[in-house]
């Protein structure tokens, strides 16, 4: 054999070499099995995990007489009890206060939140404020002020529907006692480390006013005014009770935490400024008295230490948890022992105790543990270009096993607006992957988290650039050759279920169908309905959205609900009966326009529900009706993996 001939070998064994290995590295993931929906949607088995403040006990939600309940056990036994007893709707706000469980209920979604609380044994239950038609919340729960084991300071709205009044109320009997005469009508309340109340804020609708004292026996001086276009938030007091932490973009573009000086009226220095990101937010030890570390959102949640022995115990647990993200999910007073949250984008949640002194780590439960990491999907965080030249930031999920090639999508706008989708595991986007869609998520203008100027990008936007940016999603996906331009569904809940129905109204060759979940549809009814308490900000609203008298031309040309002749995609919409943000009426008049003229919508209301299900029989119906829905109306869509 010629030295020529064996080259020429030796090449095409190499080539055939080549081909192999790109072949193993381009494989497709197998495809994952189906499964059940209720693992999707089902009540977690065990969650919301908190440490006792005496770090004896630990706490945490699941399920007891149909709904979620609290349930209490010392950290050294291996099952706990309950102490709540709801029966008619789960328990979702609770907190430790001494050897008592506090906890918020409303009745039947209507947001008019009542306290209750209870020994941690189970027994001495008190409806501390049983007032109808009352929304009550936890100011300060006093946990670190000696002398004050058994008072909360809340704030409530029983005087004047509109405006929240500080009270302190004592947790076993209920006493009230008013902590200031509300004459000028506040709308905001901060206390200092001894849970006096030093700042009130009071709003014009547009401009934002903050009041400042330095003793409980002074009269409120104004401190500073901002418009809505800024922001500026006090965090906590600092720990001499003098100045203030606070989240301002005032003089900068993204939002900063930074002391500010309540005497000289001035901000003093920068704490922590992202040049990319707003800064969410600041946290602290109250035993140490040190700044610990500042959180912000990217593609995902991260924070900046602020002080070295935090940033050490942090990495300590990280190390203990490599692939997955982690949080601290509560501890105790000493700041010894602490709950630790782990998951990611395919894993929900599963719960650590760790015990600081001994290094101790344990396993305590994982939030759905029928969740398998390897059968879900993964969210990529992905960006594009707006057609005025706009960077979008965003998620793709695509179903695990499928070729990103041709795939039936749906679009999901996320609600608020002025909220942002974040990277993290979803169980409605896990649900709708394992069912064989792509699912495009997308942060459009008027989201928060990227600035003043972007977020401002969205004002008198509702149906006009916000919802080109949600297109222009599309049409990237659609060019990649990612969706098939006739299989392209939106579905969003809240403002993106007005997202949804502006889609499929003034975008009527877009979408194949559309799932609108407690939506807007009508600008002018919706400003009519908005709870009591929006009305001091309703001037903003008008600033951001549009003034129904003024920009009347506005709002109903972006309104659906006077433009649903266009409509012409089979539609879901879902509602609950009691929603006090969007009320019934805005799905009501969609439905009843389009059976007139013989459009597909479907209806489902949930007469003890607010705005989103919270029941889970009430969240399994709907979501099995939206299953149907689309495997109906996204035809050739690819065929599902056999069940597991």
């Known amino acids: 054999m010629t030295i020529k001939l064996r080259q020429q070998q030796l090449f095409v064994l190499l080539a055939l070499l080549t081909l192999l290995f790109a072949a193993c590295g381009t494989k497709p993931e197998e495809k994952a099995p189906l499964v059940p929906l209720e693992d999707f949607f089902k009540n977690a088995d065990k969650t919301g995990w908190q440490i006792s403040p005496d770090g004896q006990y630990i706490s945490y939600r699941s399920a007891h007489l149909g709904h979620m309940n609290v349930f209490v056990r010392k950290i050294t036994d291996s099952t706990g009890i309950p102490v709540t007893f709801d029966s008619v709707r789960n328990i979702v706000q609770y907190q430790w206060k001494g050897n008592r469980i506090l906890y918020l209920q409303d009745v039947g979604g209507d947001e008019n939140f009542q306290l209750f609380s209870v020994s941690m044994d189970g027994k001495d239950q008190k409806a501390l404020t049983p007032f109808p038609k009352v929304r009550t919340g936890i100011l300060n729960d006093l946990r670190y002020v000696a002398g004050k084991e058994k008072e909360v300071i809340i704030t409530i709205n029983k005087r004047d529907a509109r405006y929240f009044d500080p009270y302190s109320i004592n947790i076993e009997t209920g006493e009230m006692k008013e902590l200031y005469k509300n004459d000028n009508n506040f709308d905001s309340w901060y206390t200092d480390h001894n849970g006096v109340i030093r700042l009130a804020g009071k709003t014009d ?53 930074v002391e500010y000086d309540l005497a000289a009226k001035k901000e003093i220095r920068e704490i922590y400024a992202n040049p990319e990101y707003d800064v969410d937010g600041v946290d602290y030890s109250p035993k140490r008295k040190v700044l610990q570390s500042a959180f912000f959102t990217s593609w995902k949640a991260e924070q900046h230490f602020l002080d070295k022995d935090a940033e050490a115990d942090y990495n300590k647990m990280k190390d203990k948890f490599k692939g997955y993200e982690i949080a601290i999910y509560g501890n105790n007073n000493e700041e010894d022992k602490f709950i630790v949250w782990t998951g990611n984008d395919k894993l929900p949640s599963k719960f ?42 965003g998620y793709l999920t695509l179903p695990k096993g499928y070729e990103a090639k041709n795939l039936p999508v749906i679009v999901n706008p996320h609600g608020g607006p002025w909220a942002r989708d974040q990277w993290g595991f979803n169980n409605e986007i896990q649900f709708l992957a394992n069912r064989g869609y792509a699912v495009l998520q997308m942060n459009f203008r008027g989201s928060t988290g990227y600035g003043k100027e972007f977020w401002l990008k969205g004002s008198k936007e509702w149906g006009k650039k916000m919802q080109d940016d949600i297109t222009d999603g599309v049409n990237w996906l659609i060019k990649d050759g990612i969706a098939d331009p006739k299989r392209v569904a939106i579905y969003g809940g809240s403002y993106g279920g007005y997202a949804t129905l502006a889609g499929v109204t003034f975008t009527p060759d877009l979408y194949a169908c559309a799932v609108d979940y407690v939506g807007v549809s009508n600008m002018f009814t919706f400003m009519n309905t908005i709870p009591p308490y929006w009305e001091p900000f309703k001037k903003q609203m008008y600033e951001l959205v549009g003034d129904p008298a003024k920009d009347s031309a506005l709002l109903a040309e972006v309104s659906p609900a006077l433009h649903v002749g266009k409509i012409k995609a089979p539609l879901f919409i879902a509602q609950g009966a009691n929603d006090p943000r969007v009320n019934k009426a805005e799905s009501d008049q969609v439905v009843e326009a389009l059976k007139k003229r013989g459009v597909q919508v479907e209806y489902m209301v949930k007469n003890d529900e607010g705005h989103g299900f919270q ?11 939206m299953e149907k829905f689309f495997d109906k109306h996204l035809s050739g869509k690819p065929v599902e993996p056999k069940k597991q």
């Open 205 to 257: 609708g547009v401009n934002i006013t903050l009041y400042h004292r330095a003793t409980e026996a002074d009269p409120f001086d104004s401190l500073l005014t901002t418009s809505y276009k800024e922001t500026f938030y006090p965090n906590f007091f600092t720990f001499d009770n003098k100045n203030i932490y606070a989240a301002s973009n005032i003089g900068r573009d993204k939002i900063a935490i």
């Open 352 to 393: 650590y105790f760790y015990d600081k002194k001994t290094g101790e780590t344990k396993f305590l439960a994982a939030g759905r543990p029928w969740i398998k990491e390897e059968n879900m999907a993964t969210m990529k965080p992905i960006e594009y270009k707006s057609r005025d030249g706009l960077t979008i930031h």
């Open 615 to 625: 029941n889970e029989n009430n969240r399994l119906d709907f979501y099995k009706a």
